[in-house]
Nanobody, 125 residues
Framework: QVQLVESGGGLVQAGGSLRLSCAAS????????TGWFRQAPGKEREFVAV????????YYADFVKGRFTISRDNAKNTLYLHMTSLKPEDTAVYYC??????????????????WGRGTQVTVSS
């Protein structure tokens, strides 16, 4: 079982940047795709970005394309989300997760099984 712990959230002004990290421990992190989701108050959890196990392919939700970059360092068992040009509507709890299948990918919550507890990102206008 992989355990995931997010960090790096906080309060930032609109137009600012943050980098989220997700530290993994347990089973072979490098064998699984990993992704970021977010959930705003009163809304359902939504897909943000995913990266394959090797890091050679990424996929983003339309609303973050060109602003967010997902990356990973398998040597450090860490996943990242670099967020720029932040908007108030990006305010949410951000979660990292690993794919259910080894060497898998996906953009649905059901494609992922292990989840972190989340880190709060608040963007002020």
């Amino acid at each position: 079982q992989v355990q995931l712990v997010e960090s790096g959230g906080g309060l930032v002004q609109a137009g600012g940047s943050l980098r989220l990290s997700c530290a993994a421990s347990g089973r072979a992190f490098s064998d699984y795709g990993t992704g970021w989701f977010r959930q705003a108050p009163g809304k359902e959890r939504e897909f943000v970005a995913v990266i394959t196990w090797s890091g050679d392919s990424t996929y983003y939700a339309d609303f973050v394309k060109g602003r967010f970059t997902i990356s990973r360092d398998n040597a450090k068992n860490t996943l990242y989300l670099h967020m720029t040009s932040l908007k108030p509507e990006d305010t949410a709890v951000y979660y990292c997760a690993k794919t259910r299948r080894a060497y898998g990918s996906g953009a649905r919550a059901s494609d992922f099984d292990s989840w972190g507890r989340g880190t709060q990102v608040t963007v002020s206008s």
